[in-house]
């Protein structure tokens, strides 16, 4: 690519991991920006990397890994961004390979892990189900909803900046607000390692927040078809429920009326919903037509 590149690694407590990476990063792309963003560190993250040679942005607090990403986006100087952690579990050799695959005509460019490099059979469970879940809520296959390993282009990356969580689920969101956007998105299969150290993310409680925010995206990206269903659940349940209470008692319960208005309520808060996703994305069509001349 004839762009510049900048590696941005979010980085909490990282001391152990950073320095053979940041090494290797810099023997493969010795002009390439390498930033890490500290997130409120209490080891000696921020040093280390300065001693190899990063730009090191730094949180006075930890303000979460979203935050980091947003951060880093913020202050980046390259035409594409390169996002992966800083625990060791990332190939550095495989950036060329997410850039490439942009070379092709792509504006964002996902690592996806394979199914046997996760770290147990839960979290492999839970990141099958999520893509299950995102694919039908986008309409588009989703490989690894979740995977921190991706480039993007940054002008694009940076209109969604807004919409990102300080949380752990900046992949979930970006890949959808990417795919809602009509911009195309690749994906590159790859095999995450071990990570150092301990992980800061716990399954079952970020599960929770994960699939809760998948929810909340979808109805971001997609409400009628997150609405809509619901809306038919509810028609169903009160129509079948007002043919049992004619049969029986020859009326029409408050009950049926409930469940009939509440259909219609979600319904209606859909195509409301559907009015303000499209206003997210404002503005986009602009970027599109600037990305064909490209």
Known sequence: MNSTFSIILPAKNEAVNLPPLLARLRERFPVAE???????????????AQDHGARVVRHPYSMGNGAAIKTG????????????????QHD???IERLLAKMAEGYEMVVGARQADTHASFGRRLANHSYNRLASWMTGYHIEDLTSGFRAARARHFRKFIYLLPNGFSYPTTSTMAFFRSGFPVAYVPIRAGQRGGKSHIRLLRDGTKFFLIILKVGALFSPMRFFLPLSLVFLLIGMGYYGYTYLTMHRFTNMSAVLLIYSLSLFLIGLISEQISALHYKGVEDDQRRTRRD
């Not at 390498?34 to 280390?48: E, L």
């Not at 986006?73 to 060791?88: E, I, K, Q, S």
């Open 34 to 48: 390498i930033m890490v963003v500290d997130d409120g560190s209490t080891d000696t993250t921020a040093q280390i």
């Open 73 to 88: 986006a913020r202050h980046a100087t390259g035409d594409v961004l390169v996002f992966m952690d800083a625990d060791g």
């Open 92 to 94: 550095p050799a495989d």
